[in-house]
C-alpha cells in the first residue's frame, strides 16, 4: 500500500502487505506481531521512551536501556 495523503481513523488500521510512507505521525500505540524494520534511524522525541527500550536477547532474557540527560546509557537485565 503506496500512502500518499493522510490517513486518519478512530480504530485500527491494518495491512497484511508492506504500508509505505514518506512520514509517520503516529499518536497512541504501535502495535506489531512481526517484525518493524527501518532503513533509516528510528528516533524517539523527548518522553516518548520514559522507561528505556526493552531488547529481548536470543535466550529470551529482557534488557531495559536508558538514556540521561548527559547521554550515559544504562542497562537494567531482566527489566520485564
Known amino acids: 500500500i503506496n500512502i500518499t495523503g493522510e490517513i486518519t ?3 485500527n488500521i491494518s ?4 504500508l ?3 512520514e509517520a505521525n503516529i499518536i497512541g500505540n504501535i502495535t506489531a506481531s512481526g517484525n518493524i524494520s527501518a ?4 528516533t524517539g522525541e523527548t518522553g516518548s521512551f520514559d522507561n528505556g527500550i526493552i531488547l529481548t ?3 529470551g532474557n529482557k534488557f531495559r536501556f536508558t538514556v540521561n540527560n548527559s547521554g550515559h546509557l544504562s542497562v537494567t537485565g531482566s527489566a520485564v
Open 9 to 11: 481513523a478512530s480504530g
Open 15 to 18: 495491512s497484511s502487505a508492506t
Open 20 to 22: 509505505i510512507a514518506n
Open 39 to 42: 532503513s533509516g534511524n528510528i
Open 57 to 59: 536477547a536470543p535466550n
